[in-house]
């Protein structure tokens, strides 16, 4: 055997030598020789062909010929599959579509951000109601519950679940079709009050040990503690496995962070000064080897149970239950008309405190129950026959006030279905805003209309107004005597009087008058000259370059040559025509007004192409002087309006794009909404005093029991 | 826009048609049973009931106004509006959409048309509370209207009319120079030699009377009429209207001639020196001061369209003037002789000159031409133009009023004459009245000239019934519209035009305003380096370094173009040689 043993380890190291790198595959199939170092099986290193496998399926019967002719023609094709494509590659197309996907996505943005740029103004928040009178439903859909009245009497109303849409069943008839029989709910409710009884009685032990500030007793309590878990933790081991090595989980734990620490290791402060003591104290002596088997103990391996004990699991008697950590439904013993309620889901949670009353009670309620659920199927036939008017009022009453409970979780409802009676229950009472918030919002999105803007068209062309002043055109040039022109003929006025008295002044006058009629050619001439140096003025000067003596003689009265004139005598272009070209009597100056130059406009904005298209858009003033008090408001409003305190939130998808499903359920839940009742609720609360409307709703929900 | 309002009712409407559909309901059974019951269900929930009630009425009522409304409307929508009143407010011409604009500019001209379209008709839909007219004076037949004298005039209207003429005999302290307020209530009197007084003259009641024991050349009221300017011999004085002193403005010597500009807060003034000075009243500023080069100034006129003062000057032209340019804006030939008088209308369209050769001149002032002229025997030494555009002139003693002197046919004969007595030195009409004030050697003279005034005034801009609290609010939101003066020029609109002048020219005007160059690259200073490599010679050697290196570089460039442009028309002659491709070709790299 030894020997064997041998060669097969030498060759096996052979075959390391020949691969080293090659792993062995293991293999976990049975084989009929199976080695001591590894599985193998026989012809290990052979390839497995396909017709290998195939043959057997040429002999088999069973299969058809198609598939057999397919598998030849599979095993004579040469053809291989295409090399997958690489890790870029693929990310790139996986890029690609996610790209084009996402574009889908946000690509329904594009509609309203357009529609909301185009906007003359925007009013933040988007979802707002208007300011105006609202109406009676608006109001009372949109209606909170604030005050701990209104939460009162909402509890009221959720507590008598009542048919919604005339169904067969109310949910509290199902409810308590479901109920269970009065035997078990004894037991149940026994083991509760067990359960409850012992939780208080640990909570008062642990309270009144709490309190204990020796820490002797402390250390000592542990010790005891420890000790007794040790115990408990080798019956959890028979007992309870699981629980068992969870534990040890946790006690893994504990080793681990002990091994990381210092803790115990006999190198802290208080240590060190005992190591020097311990020569010559005992008790320090002692100490330390506690804390050093402290880490002993901490760090030593646990033993891992085995696994394949398994016993019958039995509860711990001391384990509590869980339901013991329910809430307590919130029933208030003062309210003498919560007892009035229709339903009791868990009576039971009610009297755990007071044993003897308890169980006086506890029958009053179950046959309560009983008859209540009797009483019910009574009502029912009698709605069936149509008997009792009585009867028919009461019931009337439930379902509306059902009603007004139910619109509340309307949405939840016709989403998900009726839930379990329970539950619904807790979750109106806890997450009633959110819903009711929830229930509005959809109410307006189905309100919505997201109207696309209409884009008011420019109205028919105006007749333009003839400018009555314009002229035909001046062709007079400069050559135009200006003689003729101040010269003009001009009428003379027939006075009804004339003058009488004249003065020195007017002498004076005449006398100038006189002057001026002979200097009057001087006066034209004057006027000529003046715009023929302005002319000039405006007009570039030659730049002159030329060098005299540059390439010739140079000396005084030498002109430079004309080649020279002509290259290096730099012209510029002329300037525009003058504006007064054409009026021989007037000089206008053509100097550019650079003090309203820095108050224009000096690039064309966005939009307009040209100059003239975006002066005629700024043509109408805005301001009141010029225009009706309406005008100027409409001119003038702001871009974006937002409402003081008011949060705005961002947009969301609902808000524009509405899904058919939700308006329609919406539509049905809100045709089926109890109005009347819901006004008078909401009126009472609005109006009466608290205690008026309390009992008031009470009656009206005692009226069937 | 984002409103929400319409979307709440169609959400009611959707309800009721669902509601319709659904089986009958046990409360509305007993809604029709039983009234007792409801009664108390009732009175609570009332505005429920009244819901339904106000549709079913509502209801009703469409109904019936729908038959009533198609038989009985026989104007259907908007009440047209005239198209002379749409005219009347029209502003520049519509601009059409381009044929192959873009989405945008298209909205961005629908948007603008639209609403300049709005503001026009609602202008024009407004014109009705403009519900005064102006009459005219009208003779006989074969009667001239010129004949008819004040005292009759007086006689046939209504008392408070008759008041309007009246005569001041101020003998000792003329000739008197006068202005009115803006609102026309105030009329403000200075005599050559001194006298002073305000008077709300329709009610005769003297504010202040002075004497400033000097020449007075001038008088004018400010913005309101708690202040006015007064331009004595030698410096302009500002009093408040009970004739205390506020300020004394010596650096306005010599001021001859004043123009009041009321939406600039500007009073420009016009010296004996040839200086025009522009005082901002609201700060209190020389705003500026222009050399005119021209001599004594004393013929000036503003024109109320766009605050460009004229001056007329001896050698017979009328110059322009902004305070923005040291130059004048527009030089004319108007006169052979000097200029006497100017006036320019209220629109700015008309000019109207007289001059020493006794001619009166209309110029179109839009297009600097002469539209007609008229010979007048003694010549026009004061000229005044009225709101609704009739021309004083005063021929020696003598007042002639004009109509349709503004337009292009020549007048013929005055529309109305006042024979006073003494020189006329001030004429002036009050605005929004059919008063014509006349100062002379021998008083003031109010003179009633039927259809002088504007019959409409805007109240928001200068109201002649504002109370005290009144005018203090207007002083205030003048204030805040003032316009500054840098906007004055010959066109008004320039404001709302683009800016088209090119980069080099601005760039050029901002070294001019700042007396730099804001771009010029600043000159090499090179560092002051230690132990010894900072000597003249070596602070030379650094500088030469970077001499010219724009040049350089553009040299640079120059040079690498034009090796390029070498290199391909190398390659191309090349190609051009090897047309004939060889085997060899593939070689070639």
């Keep these: ?561 004309r080649w020279k004139r002509k290259r290096f005598r730099i012209k510029t272009a002329p300037p525009p025509p003058r504006q007064d070209q054409k009026l021989p009597d007037v000089i206008i100056s053509e100097k550019r007004t650079a003090s309203v130059a820095s108050h224009q406009v000096s690039q064309l904005p966005f939009p307009f192409q040209n100059t003239a298209q975006f002066e005629s858009s700024i043509r109408t003033p805005i301001g009141s002087t010029w225009n009706t008090q309406t005008v100027v408001k409409n001119m003038t409003k702001p871009k974006v309006v937002t409402k003081l305190g008011a949060i705005i939130e961002p947009m969301v998808k609902e808000d524009f794009i509405k899904s058919k499903t939700t308006a329609a359920g919406d539509l049905v839940f809100l045709s089926n909404y109890p109005k009347k009742i819901n006004f008078i609720i909401f009126f009472l609360l609005q109006t009466l005093s608290s205690i008026f409307v309390v009992s008031l709703l009470g009656c009206l929900l005692n009226v069937p029991t | 826009m984002a409103a929400v309002t319409p979307e709440v009712l169609t959400s009611t409407h959707v309800e009721k048609m669902k509601k319709k559909k659904l089986p009958k309901r046990y409360w509305e059974e007993t809604e029709k049973t039983d009234q007792s019951q409801r009664r108390p269900e009732e009175e609570q929930g009332k505005a429920g009931q009244n819901q339904n009630k106000s549709t079913v009425k509502e209801k009703s009522l469409k109904r019936k106004n729908g038959e009533s409304l198609e038989k009985k409307d026989p104007f259907p929508g908007e009440a047209p509006i005239p198209q002379k009143q749409l005219q009347k407010f029209q502003r520049g011409k519509k601009c059409k959409v381009p044929a192959g604009a873009r989405e945008r500019l298209k909205e961005a001209i629908a948007i603008s048309e639209a609403m300049s379209e709005h503001a026009q008709k609602q202008a024009a839909r407004y014109d009705l509370l403009l519900p005064e007219d102006a009459g005219f004076l009208e003779g006989d037949e074969d009667e001239d209207t010129n004949t008819i004298s004040q005292a009759d005039i007086a006689d046939a209207v209504d008392i408070t009319s008759g008041s309007k003429y009246f005569n001041l005999h101020l003998s000792q302290f003329g000739p008197y120079r006068l202005d009115y307020s803006r609102t026309g209530r105030n009329l403000l009197v200075g005599g050559k030699k001194g006298h002073v007084a305000c008077i709300d003259w329709q009610t005769k009641d003297l504010k202040c009377e002075m004497n400033v024991m000097e020449t007075v050349n001038d008088v004018k009221w400010l913005h309101t009429e708690a202040m006015f300017a007064v331009a004595q011999k030698r410096w302009l004085y500002i009093y408040d209207s009970k004739g205390v002193e506020l300020h004394c403005v010596k650096k306005f010597n010599d001021v001859l001639r004043m123009q009041f500009l009321p939406y600039h807060f500007l009073l420009a003034t016009a010296s004996a020196t040839g200086f025009l000075q522009y005082l901002d009243v609201s700060i209190g500023k020389e705003v500026a001061a222009i050399c005119t080069k021209m001599g004594r100034l004393d013929v000036m006129a503003q024109n109320p369209h766009n605050a460009v003062i004229h001056l007329g000057h001896p050698n017979g032209t009328v110059s322009l003037w902004s305070p923005n340019q040291k130059e004048s804006l527009v030089k004319m030939l108007c006169h052979r002789g000097a200029v006497r008088s100017l006036a320019v209308d209220k629109t700015g369209t008309y000019m109207v000159t007289s001059g020493l050769d006794r001619k009166l001149k209309v110029y179109d002032i839009r297009a600097f031409k002469p539209l007609h002229s008229c010979f007048l025997p003694a010549g026009a030494s004061c000229l005044s133009l009225s709101q609704r555009g009739l021309l004083s002139a005063a021929t020696g003693e003598i007042v002639q009023v004009y109509q349709n002197v503004l337009g292009s046919n020549p007048v013929s004969k005055p529309y109305m004459a006042h024979r006073l007595r003494g020189q006329i030195w001030g004429l002036a009409y009050c605005p929004f009245e059919d008063v014509l004030g006349i100062g002379h050697g021998e008083g003031f003279t109010s003179m009633i000239v039927p259809g002088a005034g504007e019959p409409n005034f805007d109240a928001l801009d200068t109201n002649p019934y504002r109370s005290h609290k009144q005018r203090q609010e207007w002083e205030v939101k003048a204030l805040l519209e003032k316009v500054q003066p840098e906007l004055i020029g010959l066109d008004p609109g320039q404001l709302s035009k683009v800016d088209q002048a090119s980069f080099e020219q601005r760039h050029k005007e901002q070294i001019e305003a700042l007396g730099f160059d804001p771009l010029a690259k600043d000159k090499f200073k090179p560092k002051t380096k230690k132990k010894g490599r900072s000597s003249a010679g070596a602070i030379e050697k650094r500088k030469r370094k970077v001499a010219h290196e724009d040049q350089r570089d553009e040299i640079r460039q120059s040079v690498q173009e034009r090796t390029e442009r070498e290199k391909e028309l190398k390659e191309k002659s090349n190609e051009k040689k090897l047309g004939n491709k060889s085997t060899l070709d593939r070689f070639r790299k």
């Design chain 1, 1 to 561: 055997m030894q020997n064997e043993n041998l060669v097969q380890i030498s060759f096996f190291n052979q075959l390391m030598l020949v691969h080293p790198r090659k792993k062995q595959n293991e293999r976990s199939e049975a084989s009929v020789q199976v080695s001591e170092y590894f599985v193998n099986a026989e012809g290990t290193g052979d390839k497995v062909n396909l017709s290998d496998l195939l043959g057997t399926v040429e002999k088999t019967s069973g299969a058809s010929n198609k598939t057999k002719k397919q598998l030849r023609n599979l095993q004579s094709s040469k053809e291989t599959l295409e090399l997958p494509l690489n890790k870029q590659q693929t990310e790139k197309i996986q890029r690609g579509i996610a790209y084009e996907k996402t574009t889908a996505e946000v690509s329904c943005w594009k509609n309203i951000i357009l529609q909301n740029q185009k906007a003359e103004q925007m009013v933040f928040p988007l979802n707002q109601e208007s300011s105006g009178p609202k109406r009676v439903e608006q109001v009372v859909a949109g209606w909170k519950v604030q005050t701990p009245l209104e939460q009162e009497i909402f509890r009221l109303l959720h507590g008598s679940r009542q048919p919604v849409n005339d169904p067969v069943l109310t949910p509290v008839e199902e409810q308590s079709l479901k109920a269970m029989s009065l035997e078990e709910a004894k037991i149940r409710r026994a083991e509760l009050q067990k359960a409850r009884a012992l939780q208080s009685y640990y909570e008062a032990k642990a309270k009144r040990e709490k309190k204990i500030k020796s820490k002797k007793y402390h250390k000592v309590q542990n010790k005891a503690k420890r000790k007794d878990f040790l115990k408990q933790f080798d019956e959890m081991v028979k007992t309870n496995p699981e629980g068992a090595l969870e534990e040890l989980k946790k006690m893994e734990l504990s080793r681990m962070e002990e091994r990381m620490s210092l803790k115990h290791q006999n190198s802290g402060k208080w240590a060190k000064s005992k190591a020097i003591m311990a020569k010559y104290d005992d008790s320090a002596r002692k100490a330390m080897q506690e804390q050093l088997q402290m880490n002993k103990d901490l760090t030593q391996k646990m033993v891992v149970p085995s696994d394949d004990e398994h016993e019958s699991i039995e509860e711990g008697l001391e384990t509590v239950p869980d339901f013991v950590n329910d809430p307590e439904t919130v029933i208030d013993p003062v309210n003498p008309w919560m007892r009035g309620q229709l339903t009791h889901e868990e009576p039971e949670i009610s009297c755990v405190t007071a044993e003897e009353v308890q169980t006086a009670e506890e029958e009053n309620e179950e046959e309560e129950i009983i008859g209540e659920f009797e009483r019910k199927r009574k009502l029912r036939q009698a709605d069936e026959e149509d008997l009792i008017p009585t009867e028919e009022e009461r019931k009337k009453i439930r379902t509306i006030l059902s009603l007004f409970v139910s619109t509340r979780e309307g949405s939840n409802q016709t989403r998900g279905g009726l839930n379990t009676a329970g539950e619904e229950d807790e979750e109106g009472l806890l997450s009633e805003g959110q819903i009711r918030v929830r229930s509005i919002e959809d109410l307006e999105v189905l309100d919505e209309v997201v109207e696309p803007r209409a884009i008011e068209e420019p109205s028919a062309p105006q007749t333009a107004a003839a400018e009555a002043t314009s002229e035909p055109p001046h062709k007079k040039k400069r050559e135009i005597n200006l003689k003729e022109v101040l010269t003009k003929e001009a009428k003379a006025v027939r006075l009804p009087f004339l003058p009488t008295v004249v003065d020195e002044e007017e002498r004076d006058e005449q006398i100038s008058i006189i002057k001026e009629a002979f200097a009057g050619d001087d006066v034209i001439s004057d006027f000529i000259k003046d715009k023929s140096r302005q002319e000039a003025a405006g007009r570039p000067a030659v730049v002159d370059l030329t060098l005299p003596g540059w390439g010739e003689w140079g000396g005084v009265g030498l002109k430079p040559p």
